[in-house]
């Protein structure tokens, strides 16, 4: 099945994405059609049946223009025929439905104040309804039109047939009202619909244009398209970076907040590793640059690492598109309910059409009494309560750095119960690092970690690098005395030579060998202590004697104690690690940073069945991993949530919600804002509802008239847009 993306402009409401969406799910070969009201269709089409050029063409008939077009990792621009521009009547811009919505309402004041005037003439008043009831029903009657034509009676036609209603009955003050707040509300909801997707927009401006490529000894300005693998890009201070990459020249902090969020700029510099293959695929942050960051103060040189369709900011655009067409749950209901609604509140109009044949009124009565229930049942309030909380939603978490792919995961993930993690790369760095260097009898800690340095800088052990990193940073620039002769024993350790010494770095089974007898018990005792404590110990030995012990540590993140602390406080009281260590090493890392259930000895298909258990026990789960090996325990929990997203493709395929940058910190946001968003949604269906079922009843009764029912109908649209839209200053 193929996917395609279609940007299109003009979707000023929910009615006309509902619009699209059905005349091209009858399209032959189109399988799955859904529309976002910010603009973007998402496709997924049978080859065998259709093409991109034959939808392109019922997209066109649609009277929409196309800006661009995604598929198979392919980008275009396209542009519509003037014709279709024109149909729309945008001829001030994407404000000419706000424009004639004021020169409507204009009219109407301007109507009621010659209406109270004495010695004007009546016909003025009357013109001026006349002509406010034009401009306030021209986009109107375009939308309801278009509608018809396709065998579906949206809300524009019941506002549409209510106005002429009451202009047939020769109330134009009300018919003008009517149709000047209907479009002042459509206007004001395109208003909402165009800030929100701007919002998102602006991710596609990031990217600079061009790029200074290193070519032949020379330096060239070329389109970013036309950047090639492995080709060297040099960036200015202070200018875009136009491609991601590693940093092979130079060294420069990097804003990076488009990207994954990050308020702090991060210092690059170059990879010590940065041709081989290898090591690029385990390139550390600081190395690694993403397309569309801005670099400091210093210059940099990178290598192409992705071509510009591929790069992360050209994925987290295609993604957050997507993501804007996926509707929620409640979304789909409140689809539902209008489906079945909306033909009721006809008939029910009908009925109350010929109410002068059963009660004593003329039909006169009885026909406005039906116009009035018509507008107050019209649903617009509940039609636009959540895709614009939803839209709203997913682009105030991408300016965070935070992906959300839809509506189901937004609402979901405020309604977990409990909280899964991996452990290595997501609670902890993925890093050993140095944590004790602990000498014996006379031997100075300086001494122990001079011999330990020296030895270890012969392996390549990931071990032996922490020991080596971290002996030098707390030696500082001490000159040390290079060993030599390494000799790995397996399972054990390993033996160097160190100024005419041997020396013995490894395990108690080592030193047991060595000497035929245990290790002191001072030694062995601290070492047991270490371990109990998750860390991984060795011992030093010179020649025939001790030395001491070093220990390291996979260590956790800087803000995992902080972010488990403040998930807590939001409530989740179950907070799960899962790890393929040992239990004791599980359980001394989660005393640490706080974790609830540390869970370990777990194989792949373990953390499956774990996520399973927590479903049953706890109802919602959500699970946090780096989506690759965590994969399938991400696809089993209700939300899975990848970390450190930016530059991953893999953990941005698989997850539900992608953190994008390499830290836990915006997991406590992304909750925040999903709560936040579950509650503006409900409290915009009840609005939306609570105004339905106050307004029919009243007109039905005849105790409020078109006028206020036409009032408490577009000010509750009014309400729900702007209650949406505060999702847009979220913070936690």
Not at 249 to 272: F, L
Not at 432 to 437: E, G, M, Q, R, V
Not at 459 to 472: F, Q, R, Y
Request: hydrophobic share 45%; charged share 20%.
């Amino acid at each position: 099945m193929n996917k395609l993306q279609v940007e299109i402009g003009e979707i000023r409401h929910t009615r006309m994405a509902r619009r699209i969406e059905h005349t091209l799910s009858k399209t032959k070969g189109i399988h799955l059609v859904s529309v976002s009201t910010s603009g973007v269709i998402h496709v997924e089409w049978d080859a065998t049946q259709t093409s991109v050029a034959s939808i392109l063409e019922s997209v066109k008939k649609l009277g929409v223009s196309v800006i661009q077009v995604k598929m198979d990792d392919e980008q275009h621009s396209h542009k519509e025929d003037s014709d279709h521009t024109h149909s729309n009547l945008h001829i001030l811009g994407d404000n000419t439905e706000l424009y004639f919505a004021i020169i409507s309402g204009v009219c109407w004041i301007s109507g009621i104040i010659f209406s109270f005037i004495t010695d004007a003439p009546e016909y003025i008043a009357t013109i001026l309804f006349i002509i406010g009831t034009i401009f306030g029903g021209i986009f109107t009657f375009i939308t309801a039109t278009k509608d018809v034509l396709i065998g579906k009676f949206e809300i524009d036609f019941l506002m549409l047939f209510a106005a002429i209603g009451a202009a047939a009955l020769g109330k134009w003050e009300e018919s003008a009202l009517l149709l000047f707040l209907f479009s002042l509300g459509h206007a004001l909801e395109h208003y909402a619909m165009r800030r929100a997707r701007k919002s998102i927009a602006a991710l596609s401006d990031l990217a600079p244009p061009m790029a200074l490529v290193k070519r032949n000894g020379e330096l060239i300005e070329v389109h970013i398209e036309q950047l090639k693998l492995g080709d060297i890009i040099v960036v200015k201070p202070n200018s875009k970076i136009a491609a991601d990459g590693v940093v092979t020249k130079g060294t420069s902090p990097v804003n990076q907040s488009a990207i994954t969020g990050e308020s702090v700029p991060v210092d690059k510099y170059p990879s010590p590793n940065w041709q081989s293959e290898n090591e690029i695929k385990k390139l550390l942050p600081e190395h690694r640059v993403f397309a569309g960051t801005i670099n400091g103060s210093g210059a940099l040189e990178i290598k192409v690492l992705k071509q510009a369709k591929d790069s992360t900011l050209s994925r987290l655009i295609t993604l957050v598109k997507e993501a804007e067409t996926q509707k929620s749950p409640t979304q789909h209901l409140t689809d539902r309910f209008e489906k079945y609604y909306v033909p009721a509140v006809l008939v029910l109009v009908i009925v109350l059409l010929f109410a002068f044949l059963v009660i004593d009124e003329t039909f006169k009565e009885s026909f406005y009494r039906a116009m009035s229930v018509l507008i107050a049942a019209s649903p617009c309030a509940l039609a636009i309560s959540t895709p614009s909380a939803v839209l709203a939603g997913i682009a105030r978490a991408a300016r965070q750095g935070v992906l959300i792919k839809g509506g189901l995961p937004l609402e979901e993930l405020g309604g977990i119960r409990a909280i899964a993690f991996d452990k290595t790369g997501t609670l902890i760095e993925g890093r050993p690092t140095l944590t004790h260097a602990i000498p014996f009898g006379t031997i100075t800690k300086t001494h122990l970690l001079k011999i330990a340095v020296a030895v270890e800088a012969l392996s390549d052990h990931p071990l032996a690098t922490a020991i080596v990193e971290g002996g030098k940073k707390e030696l500082g620039y001490i000159d040390i005395p290079e060993a030599e002769n390494l000799k790995a024993l397996t399972a054990r350790g390993i033996q160097a030579n160190w100024k005419d010494s041997i020396v013995h770095i490894g395990n108690r089974r080592l030193f047991e060998e060595l000497t035929g007898a245990l290790v002191p018990e001072e030694i062995g005792e601290k070492m047991s202590a270490l371990e109990s404590g998750g860390h991984t110990t060795m011992i030093i030995h010179q020649d025939n004697e001790y030395l001491g012990i070093i220990s390291v540590m996979d260590i956790a993140r800087p803000e995992a104690i902080s972010t488990l602390t403040a998930l807590k406080k939001m409530g989740i009281k179950r907070m799960v690690m899962l790890t393929g260590d040992n239990q004791k090493v599980a359980d001394a890392i989660a005393k640490n940073i706080g974790i609830t259930d540390p869970m370990g000895s777990l194989l792949p298909e373990d953390k499956v069945k774990a996520i399973e258990q927590l479903k049953q026990q706890e109802g919602r789960v959500a699970m946090v991993g780096d989506g690759v090996n965590d994969a399938p325990a991400m696809a089993k929990s209700t939300v899975g949530i990848a970390m450190g997203a930016a530059g991953s493709d893999v953990a941005l395929e698989t997850a539900d919600i992608a953190l994008m940058a390499d830290k836990l910190d915006n997991l406590p946001f992304a909750i925040g804002l999903s709560r936040k968003a579950k509650r503006i949604i409900k409290q915009n269906l009840i609005i939306s509802l609570s105004m339905v079922a106050l307004l029919v009843p009243l007109t039905i009764m005849g105790t409020i008239a078109i006028g206020p029912a036409v009032v408490g109908h577009e000010g509750s649209t009014l309400i729900v847009v702007l209650n949406a839209l505060r999702l847009l200053k979220y913070e936690l």
